[in-house]
């Protein structure tokens, strides 16, 4: 299942280019009061795909969702749907649905009568309600759960039910209010391929909010970094991983060992780095073509591309002796944590792809290492 | 040691019970005395029953006081529903904290003042304004709706604090309009608070004699006055064996509504189990 999710989605992303924009927002603020929750934000979400908002509790992300829904005014700036302006629209006449984190199910009625609340209020007969929730019910594998009462569901069969009542209106848009926040760790990761699964069968387009890095990498097509109410950084899972551009968002998103360091020489093909915490200075295969007076750089490395060896690197860049401070046992890999010479501590990830290999030990001297196109060079 | 710790638990226990119902029991006993005398016993008799349904007087203020009660009751629960959502669901407006403070105030506020102010109010507003022109049914149901409009506001608005919003915004994003998301979703989910709301003030009511006895006017006779009046001529056993179908009544109320809940909490127990097991 896992692997037609993700078959699938290639094809997204290899068509996203030519798919048009869905939802745009523009230069919206929002204030609550004198707080600042929103602030300045421009995003365009295109045609079927799945996109979501990452962020730490505070960052605005929730608000941006509940903009979207109607259920609260921005205090600027426009939301279009399909281009047409639906800023001040209230939320009961926008084509947009959305899925709450506690899921919201009326406690007094049954699941059918749940999915079927959206339908009726759209006036339809009532055999094409009871065609569309059937459909609905069998969509989420939830047609022998019909007649239960949502306190006789488990946390995962409610879930179903809350997807399926978003999206029997056929919105245009679905919003997911962190989608597996109820969940347990082991059910969230089955669900995350499930939802999508399903969303993809839909074709709907979705915006999530989520404040797991996990569940967005693993379901979004494109991920909007949020941190203060402002949008860091919009791009795939890839690029937000690889490429981040920004110090926040290297670091919000996995771990990474920054150096701070001084452009010695910066051509178009290559530039190197002086950095007090390595033996041996730093080069990357590629230049800095802005022409910044600012000297200063940071060096962000993740620790899976952070090699660590007994013996001393060949070479004159990209390397430094350590001695091993910490190592975290986690069964599918060995988090080393190497005290450089000048005290500074990085992180190493080494697979643990031997059993009971022969390993540097604690207090060991090592030297880490890694190649001229690992790191990325941040303008702090 | 055990066993002597163990049998003044039991003894305190047996104290308490007597404490709470010896009382009413004496009552129930006596209102099967032949004797019109109600310290002197003078053998088993249900002549007082009878006697009792006969007393035109004492029924009417019965029936006085159940429709008082009732209409009380569904006054106070419409506006402590209204004044509930506007002090939970209206986040913010100039003066709310005022607004709830003030609301519950009659919780706090002796019988006494509450029934004198009333009286003072409606005396008034017969001289300027020519209405109400006779105290009576009206004056008290008036009177009794506002002490219980503060009870039944606490009762709600706890329930609707508790509630879950985004259920009303759920509602609202499938498509209801805000008046029918209110009736199809916020009103069944607080049902439960309301009911309690008005079995509350329903008792309250039928309760009260301070209030209504100021307030009352002519041919406005409410039990409590009643009794409170008889009683004082002297304990008479009609009185007991109305005291005791109050009793009986109450008694059977409160068993069913025990073993609807039993049974309520049965079937979700059930339920629980069936959804743990998929």
Request: aromatic share 8%; no cysteine.
């Given at each position: 299942m896992a692997l037609a999710a993700g078959a699938r989605r290639q094809q997204h992303e290899a068509s996203a280019e030519a798919k048009k924009t869905l939802l745009s927002i523009e230069k919206v603020t929002k204030y609550f009061d004198e707080d600042l929750a929103v602030d300045n934000v421009t995003l365009e979400v295109r045609q079927g795909e799945i996109f979501a908002l990452l962020g730490a509790s505070g960052s605005g992300k929730s608000t941006l969702l509940r903009m979207m829904a109607g259920f609260e005014n921005p205090t600027e700036g426009r939301i279009l749907l399909e281009g047409e302006d639906i800023t001040h629209q209230p939320p009961y006449q926008r084509q947009i649905n959305m899925m709450f984190q506690s899921y919201a199910l009326f406690p007094h009625m049954t699941v059918e009568q749940n999915l079927a609340f959206g339908l009726k209020q759209e006036k339809l007969s009532k055999d094409v309600i009871i065609d569309r929730v059937q459909r609905m019910l069998k969509l989420v594998h939830m047609e022998k759960y019909a007649r239960r009462k949502p306190h006789q569901l488990s946390g995962g069969q409610k879930q179903r039910v809350a997807l399926a009542r978003s999206l029997a209106k056929q919105p245009k848009l679905l919003l997911l209010d962190e989608p597996m926040g109820a969940l347990d760790k082991k059910l969230r990761t089955e669900m995350q391929l499930e939802v999508v699964d399903i969303l993809e069968n839909v074709g709907v387009t979705c915006?999530?909010?989520?404040h797991d890095q996990e569940e967005a990498m693993t379901m979004a097509d494109r991920i909007a970094i949020m941190d203060q109410g402002f949008i860091q950084q919009v791009g795939s899972p890839v690029d937000i991983y690889e490429s981040p551009n920004s110090r926040m968002v290297a670091e919000f998103i996995g771990s990474v060992n920054l150096f701070d360091g001084q452009i010695i020489d910066d051509q178009e093909d290559h530039m190197t780095l002086h950095t007090d915490d390595l033996d041996a200075d730093i080069y990357i295969g590629h230049g800095v073509t802005s022409g910044v007076d600012e000297r200063s750089m940071l060096f962000a490395l993740r620790p899976e591309k952070t090699l660590m060896t007994r013996e001393k690197p060949d070479g004159d860049y990209n390397w430094s002796s350590g001695i091993v401070h910490d190592i975290a046992y986690l069964g599918g890999h060995t988090v080393y944590y190497v005290r450089l010479p000048q005290g500074k501590i990085v992180q190493c990830f080494l697979a643990n792809v031997e059993r009971r290999a022969d390993r540097p030990t604690w207090d060991d001297p090592v030297y880490v290492h890694w190649a001229s196109d690992s790191g990325v060079v941040l303008r702090s | 040691m055990r066993s002597g710790r163990f049998s003044l638990s039991v003894t305190i226990f047996w104290l308490g019970i007597f404490f709470l119902y010896g009382p009413m029991l004496m009552l129930i006993i006596y209102s099967f005395n032949a004797s019109r005398m109600v310290q002197v016993w003078a053998g088993w008799s249900t002549r007082w029953y009878g006697e009792l349904f006969q007393d035109q007087q004492l029924m009417g203020a019965v029936g006085r006081s159940l429709q008082i009660a009732f209409y009380s009751a569904s006054t106070a629960v419409v506006i402590g529903m209204l004044a509930s959502i506007v002090m939970i669901r209206f986040t913010r407006f100039r003066g709310r904290t005022l607004f709830s403070g003030m609301i519950t105030a009659p919780l706090v506020m002796p019988d006494v003042i509450i029934g004198i102010s009333m009286l003072l109010l409606f005396v008034a507003m017969a001289q300027s304004l020519g209405w109400p022109a006779q105290r009576g049914m009206l004056t008290i149901w008036i009177a009794h709706t506002t002490f219980c409009v503060a009870y039944s506001t606490v009762v709600i608005s706890s329930r609707l604090r508790e509630m879950d919003q985004s259920l009303e915004e759920a509602a609202l994003d499938l498509g209801a309009t805000p008046i029918k998301a209110f009736f199809l979703v916020?009103?069944?989910?607080?049902?439960?608070?309301?009911?309690?709301?008005?079995?509350?003030?329903?008792?309250?009511?039928?309760?009260?004699?301070?209030?209504?006895?100021?307030?009352?006017?002519?041919?406005?006779?409410?039990?409590?006055?009643?009794?409170?009046?008889?009683?004082?001529?002297?304990?008479?056993?009609k009185i007991n064996a109305l005291a005791t179908i109050i009793i009986g009544v109450v008694s059977i109320v409160a068993f069913s509504s025990w073993l609807l809940f039993r049974k309520i909490d049965q079937h979700n127990r059930a339920a629980a189990r069936m959804a743990a097991q998929g």
């Open positions: 915006v999530m909010v989520t | 916020t009103l069944p989910v607080i049902s439960p608070a309301i009911i309690s709301a008005w079995l509350l003030s329903f008792t309250l009511s039928l309760d009260d004699v301070v209030i209504a006895s100021f307030v009352t006017g002519p041919g406005a006779t409410t039990l409590p006055i009643e009794v409170f009046s008889q009683v004082k001529l002297g304990v008479t056993p």
